[in-house]
């Protein structure tokens, strides 16, 4: 069973996905003012007992989709995460040691099927399909072999970037990543069952039905187990916390010339046994 957040009548709610809508289980768990707190409670079991045998309650179109964790206190994304990708920087130099990583916020993101917002300052809003992870478990130093064990749910994350912001300074992309809405992750959540669903996992992305990007999660540089122990070395992962686990080559950026989002434009990131993360593109 899937699990999201979504806004109906100016109220938040989370829920269980269903064919035809929503099904909202927050009203019957007061004790869990958001998905944040299912995911720390370990609650995805009670809901799908709760969903059981119910109707849909919010039928499509009657519901905004929301980011499926909305009150993270850490989005922490990892860059340059595929062969291809550091191939990209033809700068002759193998694949550094240790990760490249950095923050995002939560206001940067909407749901699936709500559009990217391209800003006035500058066109150049790009495309990132990628898997996020959200843990559950939380703690610090968490060794490599245990690392998957912290894991609550998987979802999509398309991590939009305005490209020439991400070079404004030496040393950070801070600026380029954080811009309101330019991001989306979604549908919904998950839940994180077995290694498999992560460590062999295809994932791709696609502008108006063209594949941009595609790879597989076997080839990450860092994979995801690597990723939770590395992280986890200098900061407490906390419930609810999200990694966004890496980009596959093929970005609009590194076309000739580079091709950038445009109003109209329908993006798709999809991964199997997730499913399908779908926004389109706005002018702010």
């Not at 609650?43 to 309650?57: I, S």
């Not at 020439?164 to 040393?171: C, I, L, M, S, T």
């Not at 076309?255 to 993006?267: R, S």
Request: proline share 8%; charged share 20%.
């Amino acid at each position: 069973m899937r699990f999201a957040t979504f806004t109906a009548g100016g109220v938040q709610y989370y829920g269980a996905v269903a064919q035809t809508g929503m099904i909202a289980l927050s009203p019957e768990f007061p004790q869990w003012k958001t998905m944040r707190d299912v995911v720390e409670a370990g609650g995805f079991k009670r809901l799908e007992d709760a969903a059981n045998g119910r109707d849909v309650t919010h039928p499509l179109g009657s519901f905004v989709w929301d980011i499926p964790v909305p009150n993270p206190e850490k989005i922490i994304c990892v860059g340059v995460n595929f062969p291809d990708r550091n191939a990209e920087y033809k700068d002759g130099k193998d694949a550094p040691p240790n990760m490249s990583l950095f923050i995002r916020f939560p206001r940067s993101f909407v749901g699936h099927e709500v559009p990217l917002t391209r800003p006035p300052e500058t066109p150049q809003l790009d495309y990132e399909g990628e898997i996020a992870i959200v843990i559950g478990k939380g703690g610090r130093r968490i060794s490599q072999a245990q690392a998957l064990d912290h894991i609550a749910a998987l979802t999509l994350c398309n991590e939009g970037t305005l490209r020439d912001w991400v070079r404004h300074a030496k040393f950070n992309v801070t600026q380029g990543k954080n811009w309101d809405g330019s991001g989306a992750m979604g549908p919904w959540l998950v839940p994180f069952e077995r290694p498999e669903q992560i460590t062999g996992t295809d994932l791709e992305a696609r502008v108006n039905g063209d594949v941009r990007q595609k790879d597989n999660t076997a080839r990450m540089l860092f994979p995801v187990a690597r990723q939770i122990a590395y992280i986890s070395t200098f900061t407490t992962l906390v419930p609810g916390d999200i990694i966004v686990t890496g980009t596959p080559t093929g970005a609009g950026a590194r076309f000739d010339p580079p091709i950038w989002l445009q109003p109209g434009d329908v993006i798709e990131v999809e991964a199997a046994g997730i499913g399908v993360l779908r926004n389109g593109v706005v002018d702010e």
